[in-house]
């Protein structure tokens, strides 16, 4: 059963609002960009062992989606763990194609691609070991005592996996992912014990969602990119020209005279994305929306039923509840 669902990772929706709202000649795009279809392959990788994972049986596997714990100071994450009675599974996806090389001298991945270029990466078997400690450690929290192992998921088919003579014992923890449910079953096979009681996975799941800790970055922060620099104003779904002019209660493309009544959602989903700080004035988005009064705003969002606290001049407004709960970009 999915306790934790896969959402659009917020990273890419933040890049996604940023390269929608910053010049098309803009320095720092050519840097966002390589990195949003980093993210966009991974997460694609991340939703093609989806499909394996509906196999599973439903009642004996608790599957969560994209975790962020911490054991104190440092964050660890998780793209996929399973949890049964007996053991917990990390899996780390990972999407690299071409061919993989898992060399055990320099514990690092090189990539070959089609065109014989080479590419290293950090060694995911390490990553992903240390990710299980780390989720050993938080288990003991609870006091529970659930072995912990991790397989590493290469989502593209195509991809050949090598090591050096004499490893290839390193690459059992490596598998494509159409052999995914193999593995599990492998796993459960040395796992006969069982190590929780229906109780024990009752609280597990209710720690882990509440112990998730969403990624919160300040996007212009780290990008260096100054707010001035955002282009702001309501976006025409038609032509993406903006702004929209609204006029008795409907937006209007200027350009290609495309009329819409609820533009204004989608501009303030963005300026939440770009915003340091996530609750709003009045003022902020009456600016962002190129709105000609503060009453017409204040409507705006009543209507939105954003959720709100303080009042008159001191209100501020929070994001719509689950608005970065989203399946595929908009
Ligand atoms: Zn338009």
Known sequence: MIEKERFVPIRIQKNHALLKRIPKNHPKRP?????????????????????YLSKLPEKEFLIFHDLRLSNGRYFFQIDTLLISASFAL???????????????DFNQLIQTNNKGETKGYPNPIEQASQ?????KKWFQKPNFAIPVEFLIIISKPSTILKTAPGYSKMLQKVQHAQFLLRSIEKIKVSYKNEAMTPKDLKKITRM????????????????????????????????????MKRHFGIWYCTKCQSKDKDAHVHALKDLFLLNKNSPLTNQEICRFLHLPSGDIAKKLLTSMQLPYSGSKKGRVYFPPPGYQQIKELE
């Open 31 to 51: 840097d966002i960009e390589s990195d949003q279809t980093r993210r966009l392959a991974g997460y694609k990788g991340e939703q093609a062992i989806d499909f």
């Open 90 to 104: 990390v899996l780390e996806v990972k999407n690299y194609g071409g061919t993989l090389f898992f060399d055990p």
């Open 131 to 135: 990710q299980s400690a780390e989720l």
């Open 208 to 243: 882990i969602i509440k112990e998730h800790i969403p990624e919160t970055v300040d996007i212009l922060k780290y990008y260096g990119i100054p707010p001035d620099d955002i282009q702001t104003g309501v976006i025409c779904k038609v032509c993406s020209s903006y702004p």
